[in-house]
């Protein structure tokens, strides 16, 4: 189930059958129904994901509302970074936002395989850094872009989430209200 997986990673660097037998045998296959958390604030990430269908949500609490910081779909990795790099507890819930199927490896079994297998550190060093650009294209949206551009872009980047990810949640991510978006939605609508 995880050839698409393996075809990727060998199309960043060329990896011996033998690194793909062992992550046969590492990953662990989930199922959650919707609305499951993976991760609380306060618990320590200790897998890194790849969902095979389904749709998970990365967020925060900031004053008791709820900040999201990614959508993930399926055939992408995730975890909570600030937990999972420093190993110790973060202030990022994971929760699925459809019925969701997904593998997962703990952080040891993965350090174990890049010491056995160095070919495989050059992987992974460039699947986190795809991640951090992934993050870093969400700050400079932010800081750089009107609440209508930030919009536009979600729309040009992200248009199957408009279909499955509640306009509240939505809002959050792009850094707006729900009123702010549903201007800006009606606006598109009827043009001037």
């Known amino acids: 189930m995880l050839s698409w997986l393996y075809d990727q990673m060998n199309a960043i660097h060329p990896l011996d059958e033998a690194v793909f037998k062992e992550f046969d045998k590492c990953f662990e296959y989930l199922e959650y129904p919707k609305n499951s ?9 200790n897998h890194i994901y790849v969902i095979l269908d389904g749709l998970v949500r990365v967020f925060y609490l900031k004053d008791g509302r709820e900040i999201n910081s990614l959508f993930i779909e399926e055939h992408y990795f995730f975890m909570a970074p600030d937990s999972y790099y420093s190993r110790k507890p973060g202030y990022h819930f994971i929760e699925t936002l459809q019925p969701t199927k ?3 490896i703990h952080h ?3 350090l174990k395989l890049y010491k056995e297998f160095p070919a495989l550190n050059f992987v992974g060093r460039i699947i986190t850094e795809n991640y951090f650009l992934w993050s870093e294209e969400r700050l400079y949206l932010h800081r ?8 536009y872009f979600f729309l040009e980047n992200y248009p199957s989430l408009l279909q499955k ?7 959050s991510y792009l850094g707006m209200n729900e009123e702010t978006l549903s201007r800006i939605r009606n606006k598109i609508r009827k043009p001037v």
Not at 38 to 45: A, H, N, S, V, Y
Not at 145 to 150: K, L, T, V, Y
């Open 165 to 171: 990810v509640p306009l509240k949640m939505i809002a």
């Open 37 to 45: 958390f993976l991760l609380k604030e306060g618990e320590t990430c």
């Open 102 to 104: 997904l593998y997962r």
């Open 144 to 151: 750089k872009h009107n609440a209508e551009e930030r919009y």
């Open 108 to 110: 040891e079994k993965l």
